[in-house]
């Protein structure tokens, strides 16, 4: 008897292969495929999937869960989309290990523009600690990589200095005992200190280590690196060259304006391919990008951690010196939006832009962002135009890219990325604009990134692989977030199972937390 039967849809099975017509069976946490007449099949559950599309549940490289999600386990603005495993501990920000409870405390608040800054359901200091609060306790599945802030912070703390040969081996052993605890390799976010504070000779390093022990990289590249276009790119192909390690590219489009800038890009990434390194990137299909606000601050506010932020922003001298060298991270601050206030007197300014707040408040707008950042214990959170709309399908096409959606969950005005990345590609790149075909699509979002993760029992639907499958109209698929109105929930997702569980029954949610905390095995 089976738990579950998916009957009369048209099975994608995640590999890149046209679909065909057949039934799932899904007994425990596994599946099965019914070929055949159905008449013998006993089940306690029949879904009829005519008309639907049956396929892996979706793999997203790039969440920002890793604090959220504690506090609203059941997820809703992800798993609606299809989603059934997400990575955290991207760019450089992961929250595991600190040995230091208040490291840890300063960490979440430098970060809780971008991650947030939840009640959290209790305290951990390990790997394994951490992945314990997920397990079985989340509706997706949770992968974890290894942030190199949390490396550096726990090594050498929180200062703008180069690492000691003293430092590389204590940075080894935190890695040693976080792969050993599961994470799935190293990322970088090159923007975000103290781990942007690691030169490239400490990255390579570090990534040899990781390497041997499995992993891979995974890095938000050092923009404003060399010639701020493909000197970030060359840098971490560099370290993949240098040290042996798979590099992966996150959220990888292009946001320098540069006529033939995007093919530029792409040829880069295609020529290191294509003389065997191994290389992936991911993509979202949104032109809208989000980040905490404090990333316009200069690195030197940083040297110390969140207290040195807080001190400059206080201080007359420190203020003049940021209204001279801060400048915004988009043509102009007026294309730059706030959100994510928690003071009362501030909600005033969701989906404002900083032009806009700067003018009411009569303030400079450097001004207007540290007073409010000191108001609000550094949590505010920015929405703008990040990427070159007429190349991003380039991006999000592409044979060596999967999808990341790095989905924002704070705030009121977030991205549409944070609810409609993946039904976007079903609806406008699939079906309304052809741009790629749905097996296709559903690769990039399945077996792919299953494959750049390692985990080998998901991201195919086939006999023995685990239940996370996701169920969707291919017709009716729609994302209706957008700027104004960006927390919709997608049209089309009927049924979302985790490990043999329904979460998503007829498009609502049904409550049930059966995610689990994945881990690297060699
Ligand atoms: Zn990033």
Redesign the pocket.
């Known amino acids: 008897m089976l738990d579950i039967l998916i009957a009369n849809g048209l099975i994608i099975d995640g590999t890149g292969n046209p679909g065909y017509y057949g039934a799932v069976g899904v007994q425990d946490d596994k599946v099965s495929i019914i070929r055949g007449s159905l008449e013998d099949v006993e089940a306690r559950r029949v879904i009829d999937a005519t008309d639907h599309v049956v396929c892996p549940g979706f793999i997203d490289m790039?969440s920002h869960a890793g604090l959220v999600i504690l506090s609203e386990p059941e997820h809703h603005p992800k798993v609606r989309q299809g989603i059934t495993t997400e990575l955290i501990g991207?760019?450089g920000n992961s929250y595991a290990p600190f040995r230091s409870h208040d490291d840890f405390l300063a960490f979440v608040e430098i970060n809780s523009g971008l991650d947030g800054n939840p009640p959290l359901p209790g305290q951990w200091s390990t790997v394994e600690q951490y992945l314990n609060m997920f397990d079985r306790k989340t509706a997706v599945n949770i992968a974890y990589i290894l942030g190199n802030s949390p490396v550096r912070i726990n090594a050498m703390g929180w200062e703008d200095k180069p690492a000691t040969s003293a430092d590389l081996a204590n940075m080894k052993a935190i890695i040693r005992e976080a792969m050993e605890e599961g994470a799935f390799g190293l990322s970088t976010?090159l923007?975000y200190p103290p781990g942007n504070y690691a030169d490239t000779d400490e990255l390579v390093e570090l990534s040899r280590y990781v390497a041997d022990l499995g992993g891979f990289y995974h890095t938000?590249v050092r923009y404003k690196d060399g010639d701020r276009f493909l000197d970030p790119f060359n840098e971490a192909l560099d370290i993949g060259r240098r040290s042996g390690i798979p590099v992966h590219i996150?959220?990888f489009f292009q946001s320098v304006p540069i006529r033939g800038g995007g093919r530029r890009m792409l040829q880069l990434v295609e020529d290191a391919a294509a003389e065997g390194q191994d290389v992936t990137f991911d993509s979202y299909p949104y032109i809208l990008g989000s980040?905490r606000i404090t990333i316009v601050f200069p690195d030197w506010t940083h040297d110390g951690g969140p207290a040195k932020v807080k001190e400059v922003m206080r201080s007359d001298e420190g203020r003049a010196r940021l209204r001279r060298e801060v400048t915004p991270r988009a043509p102009s601050w007026g294309d730059m939006w706030l959100t994510y206030f928690k003071q009362p007197q501030n909600h005033q300014y969701e989906g404002l832009s900083v032009a806009e707040v700067a003018t009411m408040r009569n303030q400079h707008p450097v001004d207007a962002l540290c007073d409010l950042l000191l108001e609000e214990d550094l949590q505010t959170c920015y929405v703008a135009a990040g990427s070159n709309g007429n190349t991003l399908p380039a991006f999000v096409t592409h044979p060596l890219s999967m999808v990341g959606s790095?989905a924002v969950l704070v705030g009121d005005f977030p991205s549409p990325r944070t609810y409609g990345c993946f039904p976007v590609i079903l609806a406008e790149y699939v079906r309304e604009e052809q741009q790629m075909s749905l097996p296709n699509a559903i690769r990039k979002m399945t077996s792919f990134p299953a494959q750049r993760l390692g985990i080998l029992d998901r991201g195919i639907l086939r006999d023995g692989m685990k239940a996370d499958i996701t169920v969707f109209h291919p017709k009716n698929v729609h994302a209706p977030a957008n700027r104004a109105n960006p927390k919709q929930f997608p049209i089309g997702i009927e049924y979302v199972i985790v490990n043999g569980t329904v979460v998503i029954d007829g498009g609502e949610h049904t409550g049930a937390l059966p995610g689990r905390a994945l881990k690297h095995r060699r």
């Open positions: 790039h991207v760019d976010g923007e938000h996150t959220h980040t790095d």
